[in-house]
């Protein structure tokens, strides 16, 4: 083991110096043109590819420069032609970072376009903003990113390869902030090669690596030994960023109405973008960020079909939920093969990098009739970025582990009654609910749940709901409904004391294939997820009384398992048991609190009521019949 490490080892330092001595040779000293030295009437010429990895050129014409018009500072206009700039309709996203030399110096990259313009217009980022990247004092995740409605930069095509059509529409929805669009890509037989980083060469910005590959692809615009600037235009415009950077090759140029693009691969890393700002975007060679590992394991139960994954996303607290769902979704949707409904258990296992934090555990499952796949990722995504934007500790993530189990099958099941064995109780008291279910297609099902009333109960009279753990109560709807809250300002108004007390809450929330018992305020009925009322059910008491060492201990699975300690847990007061369904419907009982020393006698005095009201009511019914058979009985009148 420790030989296999040191010949990885190994092997990465000569590759890195490999990729640093390809950066040395590409490298060359040239002289920088001042933006004061720049005049209209100007001609010069800018590096690109526009297909393989064959670098041309096209001609640059400078018209002037525009004072603090760009994210920072000047940009110098331009006007572009050539056999280049009329075979693809003008700039396209893609050569953003093509370096514009005048008289033998560097003027800076290719970053605009103009729209609604005939594409030869646009806008060059001096080099001396550029190389002042390299120097940029370390800030993350930079707010309100730059945007500007008449510059081409906005809607950066995303290449994305492996991805399906669906996950790209997803994300894009996610994305729509960003201004990115996905577009599926192909892989090149030069990918797995590592190439130099030069001026007029490709680049590519990957968010995420490996099974799946996802980024953005430019122009390399100046490379000093093992450092790198591209784009001229940002990104994202998150500041301190850990992109990986990546080789591309160039498949051809797609033309559009709006804004044409470079469709290219997504090739070999080759080192790590540190920086995404106003002028670009800045990397070195030969050193590798670490992202996110995320491992997948899908299963499709109905067809016996497995398949193992992996990627790795860049650590963005913005994208990483994202990309992460999205991942997950599109090789979900591989795995299944087919699109519409089914029945999802979900396994999501988040490791933090450090060991002082707990690492999250979570299972869930879930049931959709038109997309299982969507709402497979649904709770992965809220997750994830609640961890990573929580108000109490930076939860930086070291590690994603997902697993998801499908069958077309609709496994739900629906409380149709209920049974507790007590309803006159003290504080400390168990209450046994029988709760009875009707399964879909199945026929009815029973499961116990034993409720213990908190210690510290006040007395009085209270409402105990029996649910299902996906229901939510309907007082949460009212108040969203009258303040007009989402679900994102509803999370925030939730107070937590520390984070182990959002931890915890994270953690331990209701899982929709559980039965859960809790008392609630009185008057309180529920509603769906959906939104959809549920039938209101009053629930009654059995008659014969039970002492606490006759309770069962535990409710059983479909296959006759005793639930284990993980089944059964108490969270905030209430009791939560796991079934192999998603379950629908709710129900009340109502529940009397009483001190100790009263209720047996309030018990008994219950059964003395009702088993009066039984014979006061089988005395009417024995009454009724006999007028009836008397009735009968009596002769009719002759006429």
Not at 58 to 69: P, S
Not at 270 to 291: P, Q, Y
Not at 539 to 548: C, G, P, S, T
Request: aromatic share 6%; with cysteine.
């Amino acid at each position: 083991m420790n030989l296999h490490r040191f010949w990885r080892r190994y092997t990465k330092s000569v590759l890195a110096l490999l990729l640093c001595g390809a950066t040395f040779t590409s490298a060359h000293a040239i002289e920088f043109m001042k933006v004061e030295d720049l005049h209209r009437g100007m001609v010069g010429h800018a590096d690109t590819v526009v297909q393989g990895d064959k670098i041309d050129s096209f001609k640059v014409e400078v018209l002037g420069v525009m004072k603090q018009r760009g994210p920072s500072g000047d940009l110098i206009l331009i006007k572009v032609s050539g056999p280049i700039i009329d075979a693809s309709g003008g700039i396209v996203h893609g050569m953003s970072g093509s370096p514009v030399y005048i008289d033998g110096k560097l003027v800076g990259a290719v970053a605009y376009g103009w729209g609604f313009t005939d594409g030869t217009l646009g806008m060059v980022t001096p080099i001396d903003q550029m190389v002042k990247l390299w120097d940029a004092k370390y800030q993350k995740d930079l707010p309100n990113p730059w945007k500007d409605t008449q510059l081409i930069p906005l809607g950066t095509p995303l290449m994305a390869d492996g991805y399906d059509e669906a996950s790209l529409a997803y994300l894009g929805t996610k994305f729509k902030d960003f201004g990115y669009k996905g577009y599926a890509t192909a892989s090149d037989s030069t990918d797995d090669i590592v190439k130099p980083m030069v001026p007029g060469g490709s680049i590519a910005a990957l968010l995420v690596k490996g099974d799946l590959k996802m980024g953005a692809v430019g122009t390399v615009t100046y490379v000093d030994k093992d450092k790198v600037v591209a784009f001229g235009h940002p990104f994202d415009k998150r500041g301190s960023t850990g992109y990986f950077m990546n080789n591309s090759s160039i498949f051809t140029v797609v033309k559009s109405m709006d804004s044409g693009f470079k469709l290219g691969s997504l090739g070999r890393e080759v080192g790590i973008i540190t920086e995404d700002r106003g002028a670009g975007i800045a990397g070195t060679v030969g050193v590798f960020g670490k992202g996110i590992p995320v491992r997948m394991q899908l299963r499709d139960l109905d067809r016996g079909v497995q398949r193992n994954a992996a990627v790795t996303v860049v650590e963005a607290s913005k994208m990483t939920p994202t990309l992460v769902a999205t991942s997950v979704y599109s090789l979900l949707n591989k795995t299944l093969d087919r699109v519409g409904g089914g029945t999802a258990k979900i396994s999501i296992k988040i490791t933090p990098v450090d060991p002082k934090l707990p690492t999250l555990e979570r299972r869930n499952m879930v049931y959709s009739g038109t997309a299982v796949s969507e709402k497979s990722i649904d709770e992965l995504f809220d997750i994830v970025e609640s961890l990573m934007n929580n108000a109490f500790k930076n939860y930086e993530i070291r590690d994603i582990d997902v697993d998801v189990q499908v069958e077309e099958a609709k496994r739900t099941a629906t409380i149709i009654d209920a049974s507790a064995d007590q309803v006159i109780v003290s504080p400390g008291d168990n209450i046994v609910v029988t709760a009875n279910l009707q399964a879909y297609r199945e026929g009815r099902i029973q499961r116990e749940v034993i409720f213990k009333v908190p210690d510290d109960q006040e007395l009085g009279t209270y409402t105990l709901e029996v649910r299902g753990g996906g229901v939510i109560p309907l007082p949460y709807l009212y108040e969203k409904q009258k303040y007009n809250l989402t679900d994102e300002i509803v999370q925030r108004l939730k107070v937590h004391k520390n984070f182990e007390d959002y931890f915890k809450d994270l953690s331990e929330d209701d899982q929709n294939n559980q039965i859960v018992v809790e008392f609630l305020d009185d008057d309180i009925s529920m509603v769906e997820e959906s939104g959809d009322k549920v039938k209101k059910q009053r629930l009654e008491a059995d008659e014969e009384d039970i002492d606490d060492d006759e309770l069962p201990n535990g409710g059983k699975h479909k296959k006759g398992l005793k639930a284990s300690d993980d089944d059964e847990k108490e969270k905030d007061h209430a009791t939560r048991l796991v079934v192999d369904y998603v379950v629908l419907g709710d129900g009340q009982f109502t529940v009397q609190v009483v001190d100790k020393k009263d209720r047996d006698h309030l018990r008994k005095k219950r059964v003395k009521e009702k088993m009066a009201k039984l014979k006061e009511s089988a005395s009417q019914e024995h009454g009724a019949k006999r007028d009836k058979t008397d009735t009968s009985n009596k002769p009719s009148k002759k006429h």
